[in-house]
């Protein structure tokens, strides 16, 4: 018996297997971006739910508001103006955490349980494990975590684990007055992005595609994009997102290097201590560094 | 800090020591993961329609406790009600946030008037809110109905005043707000959900 509502994959941090037996849904959602107005009610539902506000902004000139993510605002709109086959188009991408099969975040996190992957797919940061190094920021490939100033602690989206759990669809979703956040099994998802690419190419969007990189190994958040083959379009959507190198190289090659230093130092002192003893120190001797000690 | 030579050792090798059994998996809070706890379990839910535009979504107000009589509750989330035609669960980024404008320090609790010639709100009862309407009302009806029009046909008309009817209303509510108003013979009759 789990001791927890959802199974759990991977633990930041964490050398033991997790039970792996059961097989629970895989859930995902999808964002239709051409099917989202930008009314950034999922962004209020969000905080609604997570109970966090973000601060009243200023205007930037653009329809960015809140302008970036934040410790509050864990879903932002994200407005671009771009020129596609002579025409000027207004993408509307709704940012936020992927939930990446593969989550770099987690690697990162040298805090065992700050991060955690349920078998469901989502991807969590429990903030009372956290240590608020921010090594998540660096190992996540869409730049998503921030660190609240307040205590120093790493928050993005949930996916709504809470509601997920209890087999309620994240509030984003739920209040999306387009359709354009849809959630389900991530199998349903793929094939209702598959009516949509249809729909779309139809419409003379001959590249429309889905959005689910295989560099992360798949994302638990997928887009259907207009212009596929250039996510970049979308205020900087990485083409080909992976886990930043340094990531690998620290805990796939520095971490284990220092840990057998770690314990050759540990061995060679047993080793030194058996055949050698401790260092006795004569009484001579310690009066004469006392007695330097007094000058 | 004045450390000696074993103090020194002492330090190091509990450091070493430490790290080394954290390393192994040994970790001191090897705390439990759990996602938050669904915070709307047993919580009260009502039915209610949003306030804000004529589209009237149907919502979900979630609050604290089970309506006892010695625990009054406090409105704690606000989501679109499913199982309303409408919206159908779904809500648009005012409707959404609708649990900040029920809660906003600025928000109207109570009847107020400002009397002809004064610049100040006053503070009333909803009675008396509710006696004042009724009484222009009537004064305004007895001063201006028009039982036959100036052929002698027989017209009983009160068109001096307007009636702008919620689009919130049910068919049922609205049936009955259209039987009154023509029972008082006004023929202005408007309402929100055409707006």
Redesign the interface.
């Known amino acids: 018996m789990a ?4 199974d ?1 994959k991977q ?1 930041s941090a ?3 297997p997790t039970p792996q037996a059961r097989i629970t849904l895989e859930v995902a959602k999808l964002i239709d971006v051409s099917a989202c107005i930008g ?7 969000c ?3 997570n109970d966090v ?1 973000e601060e009243v902004g200023n205007c930037h000139g653009v329809y960015d508001n809140p302008v970036d993510l934040t410790e509050n605002a864990w879903t932002v709109m994200r407005f671009s103006e771009v020129e596609q086959n002579d025409k000027l188009e207004w993408l509307i991408r709704k940012d936020g955490c992927m939930h990446c099969a593969d989550p770099g975040c987690l690697k990162a996190c040298p805090a ?2 700050a991060i ?1 992957q ?1 078998s469901n797919g989502i991807v ?1 940061f ?1 903030q ?2 956290c240590i608020g190094c921010g090594y998540c920021i660096t190992g996540c490939p869409f730049n998503v975590p921030r660190i609240s100033k307040k205590d120093s602690k790493a928050y993005k989206c ?1 996916l709504c ?3 997920v ?2 087999n ?1 669809a994240p ?1 984003c979703v ?4 387009t ?1 354009a956040i849809q959630f389900g099994s991530k199998e349903d998802m793929k094939d209702y992005a598959e009516h949509r690419i249809t729909d779309l190419r139809e419409r003379g969007y001959d590249k429309a595609g889905l959005y689910d990189p295989e560099g992360v190994g798949g994302t638990h958040v997928m887009y259907v994009l207009h212009h596929a083959d250039q996510p970049n379009l979308y205020a900087g959507l990485p083409a080909n997102p992976a886990i930043s190198p340094l990531v690998s190289l620290w805990k796939g090659f520095a971490k284990p290097l220092a ?1 057998l230093a ?2 050759g ?2 061995l060679g ?1 047993l080793f030194h201590y058996v055949t050698k003893g401790p260092n006795e120190v004569s009484k001579e001797i310690e009066d004469e560094i006392e007695k330097e000690d007094a000058k | 800090m004045n450390i000696t030579r074993r103090q020194f050792f002492k330090v190091c ?1 509990a450091g ?1 020591g430490g ?2 059994i954290a ?1 192994m ?1 040994f ?1 001191p ?11 709307l379990a047993r919580a009260t839910e009502t039915r209610n329609t949003c306030p804000y535009c004529s589209v009237s979504c149907g919502v979900l107000i979630y609050s604290t406790g089970d309506k006892s009589k010695n625990a009054p509750g406090e409105i704690i ?4 009600d ?1 199982d309303n035609p409408v ?1 159908r ?9 609708l ?2 404008m029920v809660q906003s320090a600025n928000r109207l609790k109570w009847p107020e008037v400002r009397e002809a010639g004064s610049n100040e709100w006053k503070r009333i009862s909803w009675d008396e809110a509710l006696d004042r309407v009724a009484r222009h009302m009537k004064k305004d009806r007895d001063a201006n109905f028009m039982a036959q029009n100036k052929d002698g046909v027989t017209v009983n008309r009160w068109s001096s005043t307007g009636f702008l009817a919620s689009s919130a209303a049910s068919n049922e509510a609205g049936y009955l707000t259209v039987k009154m108003l023509r029972a008082l013979g006004m023929t202005s009759i408007d309402t929100q959900a055409r707006i």
């Open positions: 001791l927890q509502s959802l759990i633990r964490t050398t033991s009314c950034k009610a999922c962004t209020v539902a905080m609604e739910w506000r065992p349980g955690v349920y969590d429990h009372e494990n949930t684990s809470d509601r759990a209890v309620q509030a739920k209040a999306c007055p359709g840990t770690l314990a130092v540990a002192s | 090798s070493l790290s080394s390393l998996g970790s809070t090897a705390a439990l993961a759990e996602v938050r706890t669904f915070k989330h606000i989501e679109g499913p919206n669960g779904t809500l648009c980024p005012k409707g959404a946030g649990r900040d």
